[in-house]
């Protein structure tokens, strides 16, 4: 994912706070203290620079923590470092807490920091994250397409506990980036020991505030408070569970019969009245996230945009979030989402027309790019209750609307993750939750470089608006930049923008520390149990 420029330089020295779990006056705590949380599903890696889905990073924050954190109101905290200082307007100074070390014993260096992210970058280890977050750093785009060495990036260790980042331009929300466990150390003493197998219970050893004990595949994985962790003495669970449940019902029969603390997400269209049964333990609250299809352009019948465009054109958003999903979740038609920083959301002209005239003019669309009646679609989604009533009504969209026939697979969620990336699909589903509240972290998904680009989309002149926005100091200017780019990107109908996410969720009412923030993200580090 690209980072956003500078707004102003300032030389700065920050030391930042570091709560984990703050418990209130009065609150009585569980003796037992461990926590059960649904997952979606297994994660495909626990690999932090290979992790890109929810399900992953859920579990990889639990396990490896950045140079600074996100808590669970969304606020920046320290990390592994306790201060940092700019010192001039691209070189950026981290001190590492002394105190650091992984979960073994063994101490976190500044040099595990220049190994990490040389490895992120490496082309050998084929990061999703590698061309977009090597764009930030100097020479780390290079670095990432092979075309320079590994020591020509732009960090290094100035000694034991200080570590020197060097940008390519001014990025002023570096800090937060660093908060991303992608960009965090890994261990180098096991990953060499071990090669492929440092993963593997017994063997993985960690940086967070928990470290692995158990991962049994389409059961469990266990975690265990990190005694080597830094802060353990505000860490108050002492195990956590993670169960990959993939059914959203299932989901919640296990939480009413006392088998897990929270939900994954509530099974669409239960929202309402788990609300009004249960209003005390239903949570909810905006994220920065999309949920939409993407259109492969290589396929035949998507290679024309006039047919992209009917596609989306037809399906009715509105209907989708009030009657179908009807979980709080907002209509969606733009990369760039309600309360995102950065840009302003693009709009269709279509989207205010009545749906029997966006009809009528997708079916032109399709008559103009001569596809025949009952031309076939193929959609792809992961095994999930919800994703199927997603997929279901976009098919029945297309079938009742133009005419089109659309046939619906489903998998696990590595096996999608893998046909999106090596371009096995027609249509597939997707979704993305911004890694930093700024609007270049959203735009990664539909960049000419970006992994996470899977339709193989790329507008030139939305790019040089970009790499414009990224220079500017001013961020009116970059602001209008990188709206204008939005909207070129999404007058290609590369994907199908469909909801803003909202997190909701069952909670039990004796989980303290559950916070609600945009990007979604839930340490366990500041979850405790009280007593009930």
């Known amino acids: ?33 461990e926590l059960t949380r649904s997952n979606g599903s297994d994660p495909a890696t626990l690999d932090p620079q290979l992790a890109e889905a929810l399900p992953d990073n859920m579990i990889t924050h639990d396990l490896f923590e950045g140079l600074t954190s996100i808590d669970n109101a969304g ?10 200082e700019r010192k001039d307007s691209n070189t950026w100074i981290f001190h590492l807490r002394p105190d650091a070390r992984w979960s073994d014993g063994v101490p976190i260096r ?59 331009y001014p990025v002023a929300i570096f800090p937060e980036l660093l908060a991303n466990a992608q960009w965090g150390p890994v261990p180098r003493h096991t990953i060499q020991q071990w090669g492929k197998d440092w993963l593997n219970p017994g063997k993985l050893v960690s940086s967070g505030a928990f470290r692995l004990t158990a991962w049994t595949p389409g059961q469990s994985i266990v975690l265990e408070k990190n005694r080597q962790y830094w802060d353990a003495a505000s860490v108050v669970l002492q195990r956590v569970n993670y169960l990959p449940v993939e059914d959203l019902n299932q989901d919640v029969a296990l939480y009413f019969a006392g088998k897990t603390d929270f939900v994954f997400q509530l099974p ?74 950065g840009a302003t959301p693009s709009r269709y002209d279509w989207q205010s027309w009545p749906m029997a005239q966006r009809v009528a003019a997708a079916k032109q ?56 990336h090596q371009g096995q699909f027609q249509i597939a589903r997707n979704g993305w939750t911004a890694d930093y509240n700024d609007a270049i972290s959203m735009l990664s998904i539909v960049r000419c470089d970006d992994a996470e680009n899977v339709s193989g989309s790329c507008n030139q002149a939305a790019e040089a608006l970009i790499e414009r926005a990224n ?26 923008p469909l909801l803003q996410y909202s997190d909701s969720r069952l909670v039990k009412p004796y989980v303290g520390g559950y916070g609600q923030n945009p990007l979604g993200r839930y340490r366990s580090k500041d979850i405790y149990i009280t007593l009930h």
């Open 110 to 168: 500044a040099s595990d920091c220049v190994y990490s992210v040389r490895r992120l970058l490496d082309p050998a280890l084929h990061s999703p994250y590698a061309s977009g977050f090597g764009s930030v750093l100097k020479n780390g785009q290079a670095v990432a397409d092979g075309k320079m060495p590994l020591d020509a990036l732009g960090v290094r260790a100035l000694d034991d506990n200080t570590v020197e980042w060097v940008t390519a």
């Open 471 to 496: 220079l500017s100091p001013d961020p009116e200017q970059r602001s209008t930049l990188l709206t204008e780019a939005n909207r070129l990107i999404m007058q290609d109908y590369t994907i199908i």
């Open 75 to 84: 606020h920046l905290q320290a990390g592994l470092a306790t201060s940092w």
């Open 365 to 420: 669309l399709l008559r103009d790019a001569g596809v025949a009646p009952h031309a076939p679609l193929r959609m792809i989604y992961n095994t999930s209750e919800y994703q199927k009533t997603l997929s279901e009504y976009l098919a029945s969209e297309w079938r009742t609307k133009l005419d089109l026939d659309a046939t619906l697979e489903s998998t696990d969620y590595p096996t999608l993750m893998q046909k999106r």
């Open 268 to 341: 669409p269209g239960e929202f309402n009245k788990l609300r009004r049964s249960h209003p005390d333990e239903v949570k909810n609250s905006p994220l920065l996230s999309l949920r939409y299809f993407s259109l492969n352009l290589r396929d035949p019948l998507l290679r024309d945009a006039r047919v992209r465009q009917a596609l989306s054109m037809v399906v009715d958003r509105d209907k989708l979030a009030e009657s179908i999903t009807v979980d709080g979740q907002s209509p969606a038609y733009s990369v760039i989402l309600q309360g995102l920083r």
């Open 1 to 33: 994912m690209k980072a956003s420029p500078s707004l102003f330089f300032l030389i700065t020295l920050i030391a930042m706070p570091t709560p984990a779990a703050v418990i209130p006056l009065g609150i009585s705590l569980a003796e037992r203290q």
